[in-house]
């Protein structure tokens, strides 16, 4: 089932933030995962030429780029927790400070997102987030999409972060979020969003604008 408005602005661009189950394991936890693979087959020369004494061989190979586990967990009416775990290998994207895509994890597990966040629409639209995860610059459907557009690759920055903001039920929203420079401590960087969310008569209406402070 697809979330509210107000949760899906809440979620930003975190992982699964599209699809919410009803289901839960222990009534207020729910899993989620993905796995991406890939299946190789390549035809090659192994002389490196095309005379007649090379050898043509192909190359088979079944690759498992990403595995990823996510867990929701609602404490109480307000207050919920939130994890996402990868694991990584030598096929993904690779990640430097022009490209904000993954690069490998040498077969470990990383935690890509920690999170902590508060919100009770039905007393109040101001919602607080804070722990590590994707900062809301820009937007985009899925942080770990093995092949990101143009827009994806520039905008999608991963934070250890303190988000403030509103999500009204009226389809309008605003926050602030901040952290710290990975060069200096007393560096801080920032995003300010302001988006409108609406539908009506089968007609929607979405607009998103974001600041970045600056990138590392």
């Not at 996402?84 to 470990?108: E, K, M």
């Not at 629409?121 to 610059?137: A, M």
């Amino acid at each position: 089932s697809s979330m509210s408005s107000i949760e899906s602005i809440i979620a930003g661009n975190g992982y699964n933030s599209g699809v919410d189950s009803a289901v839960c394991w222990q009534d207020r936890v729910r899993f989620s995962g993905t796995v991406d693979a890939a299946y190789r087959n390549v035809r090659g020369d192994v002389s490196g030429s095309d005379t007649v004494s090379g050898s043509d061989t192909t190359t088979r190979a079944f690759n498992l780029n990403q595995a990823i586990l996510g867990v929701n967990a609602k404490l109480n009416s307000a207050w919920a927790a939130k994890g996402v775990f990868r694991w990584g290998f030598s096929q993904t994207p690779v990640d430097n400070f022009a490209f904000h895509t993954y690069a490998a994890l040498n077969d470990a597990w990383n935690v890509e997102e920690a999170s902590l966040t508060y919100s009770d629409s039905s007393r109040s639209p101001l919602f607080f987030k804070l722990g590590r995860g994707f900062v809301p610059f820009g937007h985009y459907a899925d942080p770990f999409e093995f092949l990101p557009t143009v827009a994806q690759t520039f905008s999608q920055l991963n934070e250890d972060f303190v988000q403030l903001g509103v999500a009204s039920s009226a389809g309008w929203n605003a926050s602030v979020a901040g952290w710290t420079s990975a060069v200096s401590a007393n560096d801080w960087r920032y995003v300010a969003t302001l988006g409108f969310d609406h539908s009506m008569r089968g007609v929607g209406m979405h607009f998103d604008a974001s600041y970045l402070s600056a990138f590392e």
